[in-house]
């Protein structure tokens, strides 16, 4: 059984600040992470993804996330984030047998102006 | 910016209607997938389809729910008879040939079941 699970429901921090959100995955061969973005009444918008090469990927808007096999990780981070980040954030497993995407429950970033 | 459109948005039925929402994938995006968001942002996974066949499903859809991705019409997914439970986000989704390993979303279809 493949899961993905987020561990914060909900973080909060000021504009500026850097921030981290944290996924963690359990499934035994290899998968494709990613994370996406769902801003309120809106669909899910895609970030970025990882499969194999440099553990760290870069996405859209100064996101970066960082794969690490040994904490069956794939967290989110960003340098300085922004208002307009203020939104849902989902990270998403897919194994190369391609059947479907498991997601986890979503992290709400609330950013301070 | 996604290029998948659903309708309706909204969509309100009474217990035991119909309800059926329509997706529009982005063009030559053969892979569609369906899934349902309940309030609590669990993500459910209906179904998906290559072109105009079924890769898989889960066994609810097989009972109430069905499902199509017609050439050249809008895919579109159907309750048979809404259920309370049945309240939530419906989402589609495309993937391009090459790179089925991203998802592009629609805005989705809300469904409340009264």
């Known amino acids: 059984t493949q899961t993905v699970s987020q561990s914060d429901a909900h973080v909060t921090v000021f504009e500026g600040d850097s921030v981290e959100l944290r996924c963690n995955y359990s499934y035994g061969g290899s998968i494709y992470l990613s994370w996406y973005i769902q801003h309120h009444g809106h669909g899910l918008q895609f970030l970025l993804k990882?499969?194999?090469?440099?553990?760290v990927v870069q996405g859209v808007n100064g996101f970066e996330a960082e794969f690490s096999k040994s904490d069956s990780s794939f967290h989110l981070r960003k340098a300085s984030v922004h208002w307009s980040d203020s939104a849902v954030y989902f990270c998403?497993?897919?194994?190369?047998?391609?059947?479907?995407?498991?997601f986890g429950k979503g992290t709400s970033l609330t950013v301070i102006p | 910016n996604s290029k998948v459109i659903q309708t309706p948005r909204y969509l309100v039925k009474g217990q035991g209607q119909k309800a059926k929402m329509r997706c529009i994938p982005e063009k030559g995006h053969p892979v569609v997938f369906w899934y349902q968001q309940n309030k609590n942002n669990e993500f459910k996974f209906l179904i998906n389809?290559?072109?105009?066949?079924?890769?898989?499903q889960i066994d609810m859809t097989e009972k109430r729910f069905s499902a199509e991705c017609p050439s050249n019409s809008p895919c579109s997914l159907e309750i048979q008879s809404s259920e309370a439970g049945d309240s939530a986000l419906y989402l589609c989704a495309s993937s391009p040939r090459g790179s089925q390993n991203t998802l592009y979303f629609g805005a989705g279809t809300r469904l409340s079941v009264l």
């Open positions: 990882y499969y194999s090469g440099n553990p």
């Open positions: 998403a497993a897919l194994n190369t047998g391609y059947q479907n995407f498991y």
């Open positions: 389809f290559q072109n105009q066949e079924v890769l898989q």
